[in-house]
């Protein structure tokens, strides 16, 4: 086995899987912080919504959108100016989290908009009959109805900054990503690419694992 895991240092992978996680959670927590107020505006403000407004709609939307299809390799060279004033610095866990952040807070958003879509609308209506507030609706109806699709939601989302903080590794983020590529791929050590990417899978299937768990405690279905 250790001629086979020649090339391995297990306290650098140690350390690089801890830059991952610190990426994932980082980014994640400021995603759903961001996402979730932007997802439930652009289901206020959508089609036949209580508070519809087709220009506002549209224009979250087209904002959304462009931020969804720009590439994360191009979204990260483009931050690196605006990440350096925030952080000082483009390298690290800290230099990775605002690009992470950007790149899927909008993807967030629009799979929070859809969760709130498949609400039932007489929950709404029967809500707004008994003279409920707007905050009331939000909170007590409408987000306690979404939390199995909000929850599966940041799920999806988690899963997906897994590959972009792989990704990252190519402006010297650090973590799994930036071990694979500078050692797997440009030293051509097959063992360290090997280890990375069964670590990168695990993770993947811990994530969708909770998320999957969390969704079926908290369906009323």
Excluded: C, H
């Amino acid at each position: 086995m250790n001629e086979l895991l020649i090339n391995i240092d297990w306290y650098e992978i140690w350390q690089a899987t801890l830059d991952t996680l610190l990426m994932l959670g980082g980014s994640l927590l400021f995603t759903v912080i961001l996402g979730l107020p932007v997802g439930i505006v652009l289901f206020l403000v959508g089609p036949r919504q209580m508070f519809a407004n087709p220009a506002l709609y549209t224009l979250l939307s087209f904002v959304v959108n462009v931020l969804r299809s720009l590439p994360f390799i191009i979204l990260l060279i483009v931050m690196i100016p605006i990440t350096v004033v925030m952080t000082g610095t483009s390298l690290g866990v800290a230099g990775a989290i605002p690009p992470l952040v950007i790149g899927t807070t909008p993807f967030f958003a629009r799979l929070v908009e859809t969760a709130l879509r498949e609400v039932d609308r007489g929950i709404i209506e029967a809500t707004q009959a008994m003279g409920a507030s707007t905050r009331q609706i939000i909170f007590n109806a409408l987000l306690p109805e979404a939390r199995p699709g909000i929850i599966a939601a940041t799920t999806v989302t988690a899963i997906t900054l897994v590959s972009y903080t792989a990704m990252a590794g190519v402006v010297g983020a650090g973590g799994l990503g930036d071990l694979a590529i500078r050692f797997g791929y440009q030293r051509f050590q097959t063992d360290v690419m090997v280890v990375t990417v069964v670590l990168l899978l695990l993770l993947v299937q811990v994530l969708q694992s909770v998320g999957d768990r969390l969704v079926l405690r908290f369906s009323r279905k």
